[in-house]
């Protein structure tokens, strides 16, 4: 188990980080008023200083979030970010280093210049990392294929590698053309024209470099946080366990996958009924299909019934359709079989009503467990904590074909979510090397 998971009812705050930003900015443009080696040489030292403090305040936002809730895009974000502060931090002291040798060498467009080119060469440097990444993702798509047939959905890591690999040479071959094929001309006309589309080319090579570096962020945290879910184990003190449905076979029994997630409560079930002597009580969650016989509640209870689990153990939530159904049908499950013979408060809020309430402190939404399969944890358990329930989560493992393609169509489903605060976070970055362009020029 992660160490202190859920000990925190306080999210972590980073407003610390905006005034520091604002301080570092008010700094340099002091520092960079006045063209003076040691005002140059201050300014980088300066930067590195801010991205160092930067890398303490997210990493100790990542601890303290995993306290808080581990399912989080707040996660995604703090570690997925930290790892380009920490290149920044290095790309800053080299240019101090530098300047403090060869002052002449410096210019204060020769700081904002190591700014601005930070996300092309990010990308440079992660290049064979990410070239690697790209091709096992492309040879594990084949192999599902292969193995699970020819659709959609099946293409979506193959289609993320090519965009990964294409962005990146796209992106490159910009840059070295803007600075070759546009150069001087003895033509003042011709001249002119090649400098407006020297900065138009500039302009678009830096900002789809930053568009490039959040993504690239963003999937690097995605990975961490998947991760850190799968490596989960609940504490042996869980009142109910959520076994999330995801498909039957033809004669209505579960298929390999769903019996995975079963048989993975199951045993968590038996460990901490041996370790503790507590029985808790299985909530099976999924609805009926149109191609399905009976719902996966159905199927699950009648597998569970099968290894010997009582019947009065099972509870059915059978009218979900998708994840943060099964989360908010199965919270109402839970509240109903705690308080029986009674509506029990807060059972029935909306969803932007439970938007409005804490955590619990106390009661059976502190006490759950939840099993679906290892690419999915994360993003149950951020369903989960949205109906405002303290469940933790275990992923049963699947065939390594399988998992890269879904992990992707995972990463899909975070990125059509929480969009507004992508959306602000995407814009910063753009506005930001956006300004520098337009200073340099």
Known sequence: MIPHMDTRNTKP??????????????????????????????????LAVFFALMIVCLVDAFRKQLEYNLYSYNTIIYSGFALFDLFLVVTHIRAAVRCAALPESFSREAVLLTLLNSAKSYMLLTAPFLFIFAAALFVSNLSLIRHEGRRFVN??????????????????????YAHTALGSTADVTAAVRSAQQHLFLR????????????????????????????????????????????GLMPDGTPTPLLRGR???????????????????????????????VQSEAASMRDYLLSKGIPAEAILLE????????????????????????????GAHLTMAQLA???????????????????????????????????????????????WPNAAV?????????????????????????????????
């Open 203 to 246: 302009f678009f090579v830096n900002l789809s470099a930053a568009f490039y570096l959040y993504f690239e962020c963003m999937i690097l945290g995605t990975a961490i946080a998947f991760i850190l879910a799968a490596r989960v184990r609940p504490a042996f003190d869980k009142q109910y366990l959520i076994v999330l449905g995801c």
């Open 318 to 345: 059978d009218r979900s359709n998708d994840t943060a159904e099964n989360m908010r049908f199965s919270r109402e499950v839970i509240l109903a079989d705690a308080c029986p013979g009674r509506t029990p408060a």
């Open 13 to 46: 705050k980073l407003y610390h980080l905006a005034v520091l930003a604002v301080l570092t900015a008010a700094a340099m443009v002091f520092l960079l008023s006045e063209e003076s080696a040691s005002h140059l040489l201050w300014a980088n030292i300066l």
């Open 155 to 176: 293409l979506l890591g193959i289609l993320l590698s090519v965009l990964l690999v294409g962005g990146e040479g796209m992106i490159y071959l910009l840059d070295r």
């Open 262 to 292: 079963v048989d993975l409560a199951l045993s968590f079930y038996r460990q901490q009924l041996e370790k503790t002597g507590l029985a808790a009580r299985f909530v099976v969650s999924g609805g009926q299909g149109p191609d399905e």
């Open 356 to 402: 409005k309430e804490k955590y619990p402190t106390e009661g059976p939404l502190r006490k759950v467990a939840f099993f679906t399969t290892n690419y999915h944890v994360f993003r149950a358990g951020l369903k989960g904590r949205r109906v405002k329930m303290r469940a933790q989560g275990m992923g049963a493992s699947t065939k390594w074909y399988f």
């Open 409 to 441: 169509r995972e990463f899909v489903g975070l990125l059509t979510e929480h969009r507004l605060k992508q959306g602000l976070l995407l814009v910063g970055i753009i506005l930001g090397y956006a300004v520098l362009t337009i200073l340099v020029a």
